[in-house]
């Protein structure tokens, strides 16, 4: 772009052709025009490796199904299509990751859906997180003890299951119970 030959005004053209850029620049000082040409290597592919959903599916060991679910209630997105394939940045990796270890932790779909910001990256409520390790705790006394009563059950010495009183016990508190779980933290089977 051309200015007055008296102005101050930079006299600027660009030109891509390929991998290069070509810069001309120009500045008017006093009557005479200083002129300089650059040649630029520009790298215009992206150096961020972008992965299909069937690398998606192979790496974090979950069917594509299961990832275009996930895209579909928002869980992850895809940041394009190469054909018909959805494309994923690589950092969808660590997403499923969370999502699996949210899972595994008890946390439905919807609730690790509120611990993703909109940029995806992780918005952990820290306060649900500790209720959710309370609970934990809680289940593993209650597996705990119901492995020691299974194991006593296994090992008593009694000559019919019947003879044993803390067997009775236990038959006397899943009885009182129901179909509902028994208080296990009461029981102090050896």
Same mark, same amino acid.
């Given at each position: ?34 002129? @300089?040409?650059?040649?630029?290597? @520009?790298?215009?592919?992206? $150096?961020? #490796?972008?992965?299909? =959903? &069937? ?6 060991? =979950?069917?594509? $199904? %299961? !990832? +275009? ?14 054909? !018909?394939?959805?494309?994923?940045? *690589? ?7 969370? =999502? ?7 946390? $439905? ?12 990256? *992780? ?5 649900? /997180? ?5 609970? /934990? ?11 020691? %009563?299974? +194991? ?6 009694? *000559? $019919?299951? /019947?003879?044993?009183? %803390?067997?009775?016990?236990?038959? &006397? =508190?899943?009885? #009182? +119970? ?10 102090? @089977? %050896?």
């Amino acid at each position: 772009m051309e200015r007055d030959r008296h102005s101050n005004a930079p006299i600027l053209a660009v030109l891509g052709c390929g991998d290069f850029l070509y810069v001309n620049f120009g500045l008017h000082l006093s009557e005479s025009l200083c002129a @300089v040409t650059l040649r630029i290597q @520009v790298n215009l592919r992206s $150096s961020m #490796k972008i992965l299909d =959903i &069937g690398e998606v599916s192979q790496k974090a060991k =979950i069917p594509a $199904s %299961t !990832l +275009r679910y996930y895209e579909e209630i928002g869980l992850i997105s895809s940041i394009g299509r190469h054909g !018909l394939r959805r494309q994923f940045a *690589p950092d969808v990796l660590l997403q499923l990751a969370l =999502i699996s270890m949210g899972k595994s932790a008890g946390f $439905s779909l919807k609730e690790i859906s509120g611990m993703f910001g909109r940029d995806g990256k *992780p918005d952990l409520p820290r306060e649900e /997180l500790q209720d959710r390790a309370d609970d /934990l705790d809680r289940q593993i006394r209650e597996l705990s003890a119901l492995r020691d %009563t299974l +194991r006593h059950v296994a090992d008593c010495p009694a *000559p $019919s299951h /019947l003879e044993c009183p %803390t067997f009775r016990r236990l038959v &006397g =508190i899943m009885g #009182k +119970r129901g179909a509902k779980k028994a208080d296990l933290r009461v029981l102090n @089977v %050896t």
